[in-house]
Structure formats: C-alpha cells, structure tokens
C-alpha cells in the first residue's frame, strides 16, 4: 500500500514600487516519515512597463533567489518571464548536508520551462439560451 503524500504550498508578492517586488514562497511535502521544506524567494524586476487601461502591454520580468531546503541545500535561482506566456529559469542547489564532504559542497543545476495558458480551456457559447418561463434571455 502506497502512503498518502501532502503538499502545502504558497507565495506573496510585496510591491516595492513599480519596477521591484519581494515574492517569498514556501512548499512542504510530507510522505510517511519523509518530510521536504524549501523556503525562500525572488526579488522581482520589471522590465518594461504595464498598461495602466488594458492588458495590452504585459512586460517581462527578471527574478533573482535564493532558498533552503531544511537540513540539505541552498539554492540559487534565475528566472526570466517573458509577458506572462513562457519562462526560462535555471537554478543551482548548493549541497550543506552530511553529504556535502562526499560532494565537496557541489549539488544539481536545473533549467525549467514554464510555458503558461498551454492547456486553459476556453468556453464558447454559440447557442442563445433562452428562458422557458419568459422566452427571452
């Protein structure tokens, strides 16, 4: 029988003016005796500038962080957003577990590809639907 695993996660973003923001985040995963906590965050760079009326002009963003996994590593990320449609990211982990004299220290890098709003399903309605009381709208 396999073991339930949970997964409590979350993050903020504190504006500091218009180009720079704080995003702290935080996930926790927990299966039988395992448990995995990563704390941390970005500071957020804006490049370009927003519409003030529309969403026509999204700007790129450029993040900078670092996090802690408890009792294993420090991590080190880049992330480049372009419009809210694709990010890039690269991150490395810094190992500081008993392990870290085996490793000299060295732990994994990763590249991650975001790519947002590839499987969002959009609604149509093609039929007017009319109410059987009224006959109307």
Request: with cysteine; charged share 20%; glycine share 10%.
């Amino acid at each position: 029988q396999q073991k339930l695993r949970m997964v409590f996660h979350g993050e903020g973003e504190l504006m500091l003016n218009k180009e720079f923001s704080l995003k702290p985040q935080f996930v926790s995963m927990i299966k039988g005796s395992s448990v995995e906590v990563n704390v941390g965050g970005f500071v957020k760079y804006v490049t370009g500038e927003r519409s003030k009326y529309t969403d026509a002009t999204i700007p790129s963003t450029l993040s900078l962080g670092g996090f802690y996994r408890y009792d294993d590593a420090m991590i080190v990320g880049l992330l480049y957003e372009y419009r809210q449609l694709v990010s890039i990211g690269f991150s490395y982990d810094l190992n500081i577990s008993p392990l870290r004299i085996a490793t000299s220290v060295k732990g994994g890098m990763e590249i991650s590809l975001l790519i947002n709003g590839l499987f969002e399903k959009q609604v149509t309605c093609k039929k007017k639907i009319s109410d059987p009381e009224t006959g109307g709208p």
